[in-house]
């Protein structure tokens, strides 16, 4: 199966080319589009050598509440333009006659990765929330000489991100695990289906052969019971809910970032897989279809000789 990119392919494709390429400074006013209706707006309004990269996200407001702005000034801090541009939640001005000659081609590079992972790095913020919280929860957990997988005594936040119309991100931590669902929505009953099948080969897999993998769990219409007491919760037969089950081996110090970067785009790994196999199954069946009807055509009766008859009437 293909694996998605974390980075946006063309914020990368257009920055790569004015950092690391040397292009002769050119005018840009480019809009981008990426998963999740997550829109890039790449532009020199004031003048050919100084970039702006906007960004809008529809979950801003979440992300704000569980230190978004935190994490992009620890990343792009000197980079950040305040105000960001009218109708977009994050903006970074690169300034290119300053950039070009007080940097290495490696820090450059660096440069181009960390912006292109601009929309990554905002969504890791609740993951990265956490994760620390899982921190503090584990170590209270010791002190006390607490079980590990016993009955949390707390009950911690459920941070929700709710980063398109109908779908939601629920991330919940405890001291022995952190807990992850998708809401998502199948527009038809094929989508269902399909999902099933995937989600059923998640499962499997971990069974067979990857018994370190998270555990994964997959509940139709019914909201899992960690989320059960969040008000607005649609309960309706399109929408399903997937459980990512992050034990303390999965958020390990150098696992961590990729962890985040994997369960961030399940969403979209998981109906760009469903859409692939549609147009496959569909494929299959116009090649069939087109097959059988050259046997048909093959099948068609010769044209006979039709009847003849003479003057008195017999046939011959």
Do not use: W
């Amino acid at each position: 199966m293909l694996m998605l990119e974390y980075h946006n392919l063309l914020l990368k494709s257009i920055l790569t080319e004015r950092l690391l390429e040397d292009a002769p400074p050119t005018s840009i006013d480019q809009i981008v589009s990426d998963f999740d209706n997550v829109t890039f707006h790449i532009s020199t309004p004031e003048s050919k050598t100084r970039i702006v990269v906007s960004m809008y996200i529809k979950c801003f407001g979440d992300l704000e509440k569980y230190g978004a702005k935190e994490v992009l000034q620890r990343e792009y801090s000197q980079y950040m333009m305040d105000p960001p541009e009218q109708g977009y939640n994050v903006s970074l001005v690169l300034d290119l006659d300053s950039i070009m000659p007080n940097s290495t081609l490696e820090e450059r590079e660096r440069l181009v990765d960390s912006i292109s992972m601009l929309k990554r790095n905002t969504l890791a913020a609740p993951f990265e929330r956490a994760f620390h919280q899982f921190d503090q929860l584990a170590a209270e957990a010791a002190e006390k000489s607490l079980d590990m997988y016993a009955p949390e005594a707390t009950n911690t936040e459920v941070m929700a991100i709710h980063y398109r119309e109908e779908e939601s991100i629920f991330v919940k931590p405890s001291h022995d695990r952190v807990t992850v669902i998708f809401s998502t929505v199948f527009k038809d009953e094929t989508d269902r289906i399909f999902g099933k099948v995937f989600l059923q080969e998640f499962v499997d897999a971990r069974k067979r052969a990857i018994q370190n993998a998270p555990q994964v769990l997959y509940s139709h219409k019914e909201p899992p019971l960690e989320i059960r007491h969040l008000p607005n919760l649609r309960v309706q037969d399109d929408i399903g809910y997937v459980t990512f089950v992050l034990f303390p081996r999965h958020l390990a110090a150098q696992r961590r970032e990729k962890a985040i970067s994997h369960i961030q785009i399940f969403r979209d790994y998981f109906h760009y897989h469903i859409k692939c196999s549609k147009a496959y199954m569909h494929s299959r069946m116009r090649y069939r279809v087109s097959e059988f009807l050259k046997v048909l055509n093959r099948a068609k009766p010769e044209n006979t000789e039709k009847e003849r008859k003479t003057a008195s009437g017999r046939r011959f």
